[in-house]
């Protein structure tokens, strides 16, 4: 197949997906597929053919170090010449010249619905969610209140516009510690655990330089664990271990820092419990409806007619 392979992009994200489609173009490659590597920012800026920028074989393979220090998105603004729309020169000419776009890309531009609707738009196949589904999954607030309003356990959080709150009124919602965290951002990217007052201002300003649209949650100590899902099924657990810290970017991305336990060591029992749960969460949709079918039995309750009307809705 020819594949367009996506990645950097305008997100605060932009130097892991730059890795994440080096490696995934790789592979493509490997697997004896035509392959383009486009930046979704930087895109095409020369009028080359599209056909010269496919290529294959494995001769030359990609590369890509992701820095310490989370990238400088006003920079490469600069570097761009001030440019600030975050799809990039001929994107969509050469994606249009794909049979697929496979989206390596991470964080708000990338992760959040916009590309993969612009995609639908011109109707070029792409891999990964729908729109929808980025849309819930990438606003913490939202997904969060689908999966509690389909009856999951979610930490205790509530969300607020611009830093305007005093440690006190934090404290007395969701307890100490507690976690702040930019609402749509991925990565860890400006993620704090505030475990006392003096370090609550720092960790609001962190959060407010990503977006200003903020959550703050209850602090959960226990294991960490991702259970990633392919096809609706849940893949083995993995158990994540930094060595020192939370896993901040920094832990991320740096190798070493982290212990990846995969699969993890739980009981078979919990282990069952904890992917039942991630696909039945996965399955936005059904979580959605989850939610629409018990808000729907409150109503009745009280009025059926309504109740009716909603569920049609
Ligand atoms: N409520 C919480 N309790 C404990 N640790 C948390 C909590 N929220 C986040 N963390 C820590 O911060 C990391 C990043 O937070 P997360 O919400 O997963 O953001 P991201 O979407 O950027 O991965 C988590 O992997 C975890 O280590
Ligand atoms: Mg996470």
Same mark, same amino acid.
């Given at each position: 197949?020819?594949?367009?392979?996506?990645?950097?992009?305008?997100?605060?994200?932009?130097?892991?997906? @730059? @890795?994440?489609?080096?490696?995934?173009?790789?592979?493509?490659?490997?697997?004896?597929?035509?392959?383009?590597?486009?930046?979704?920012?930087?895109?095409?800026?020369?009028?080359?053919?599209?056909?010269?920028?496919?290529?294959?074989?494995?001769?030359?393979?990609?590369?890509?170090?992701?820095?310490?220090?989370?990238?400088?998105?006003? !920079?490469?603004?600069?570097?761009? /010449?001030?440019?600030?729309?975050?799809?990039?020169?001929?994107?969509?000419?050469?994606?249009?010249?794909?049979?697929? $776009?496979?989206?390596?890309?991470?964080?708000?531009?990338?992760?959040?619905?916009?590309?993969?609707?612009?995609?639908?738009?011109?109707?070029?196949?792409?891999?990964?969610?729908?729109?929808?589904?980025?849309?819930?999954?990438?606003?913490?607030?939202?997904?969060?209140?689908?999966?509690?309003? =389909?009856?999951?356990?979610?930490?205790?959080?509530?969300?607020? !516009?611009?830093?305007?709150?005093?440690?006190?009124?934090?404290?007395?919602?969701?307890?100490?510690?507690?976690?702040?965290?930019?609402?749509?951002?991925?990565?860890?990217?400006?993620?704090?655990?505030?475990?006392?007052?003096?370090?609550?201002?720092?960790?609001?300003?962190?959060?407010?330089?990503?977006?200003?649209?903020?959550?703050?949650? @209850?602090?959960?100590?226990?294991?960490?664990?991702?259970?990633?899902?392919?096809?609706?099924?849940?893949?083995?657990?993995?158990?994540?271990?930094?060595?020192?810290?939370?896993?901040?970017?920094?832990?991320?991305?740096?190798? /070493?820092?982290?212990?990846?336990?995969?699969? =993890?060591?739980?009981?078979?029992?919990?282990?069952? @419990? =904890?992917?039942?749960?991630?696909?039945?969460?996965?399955?936005?949709?059904?979580?959605?409806?989850? =939610?629409? !079918?018990?808000?729907?039995?409150?109503?009745?309750?009280?009025?059926?007619?309504?109740?009716?009307?909603? !569920?049609? $809705?």
């Amino acid at each position: 197949m020819r594949i367009v392979v996506l990645g950097g992009g305008l997100s605060p994200e932009r130097d892991v997906s @730059k @890795k994440s489609a080096s490696l995934i173009a790789n592979a493509l490659l490997s697997k004896g597929h035509e392959v383009a590597l486009i930046d979704l920012y930087d895109g095409i800026e020369s009028d080359v053919a599209v056909k010269e920028l496919f290529r294959s074989g494995t001769d030359d393979l990609f590369s890509y170090d992701i820095p310490e220090e989370e990238p400088d998105l006003q !920079r490469v603004i600069r570097e761009h /010449g001030g440019r600030r729309e975050w799809l990039g020169p001929r994107v969509i000419e050469i994606c249009k010249d794909a049979d697929c $776009v496979f989206l390596g890309l991470h964080g708000s531009n990338g992760e959040n619905g916009k590309m993969q609707a612009v995609l639908e738009a011109y109707g070029i196949r792409y891999t990964g969610c729908g729109y929808t589904g980025c849309v819930i999954a990438m606003d913490k607030g939202l997904s969060k209140a689908i999966i509690a309003q =389909a009856g999951y356990k979610t930490s205790e959080w509530f969300t607020l !516009r611009g830093a305007d709150i005093t440690f006190e009124q934090v404290v007395e919602k969701v307890g100490l510690p507690f976690v702040v965290k930019p609402i749509g951002c991925g990565s860890s990217c400006g993620v704090s655990i505030v475990k006392s007052k003096d370090e609550f201002r720092s960790a609001m300003s962190y959060a407010d330089k990503y977006e200003h649209h903020i959550i703050i949650e @209850k602090y959960i100590k226990g294991r960490e664990i991702t259970v990633s899902i392919l096809d609706d099924k849940a893949l083995p657990i993995t158990e994540i271990i930094p060595h020192e810290g939370f896993y901040d970017y920094k832990n991320k991305y740096q190798a /070493g820092l982290t212990t990846h336990v995969c699969p =993890a060591e739980f009981t078979e029992e919990e282990t069952a @419990k =904890a992917k039942k749960i991630a696909e039945e969460e996965f399955g936005a949709d059904s979580a959605v409806a989850i =939610a629409v !079918r018990r808000f729907c039995g409150r109503m009745e309750e009280q009025n059926p007619q309504e109740a009716e009307e909603a !569920r049609k $809705v």
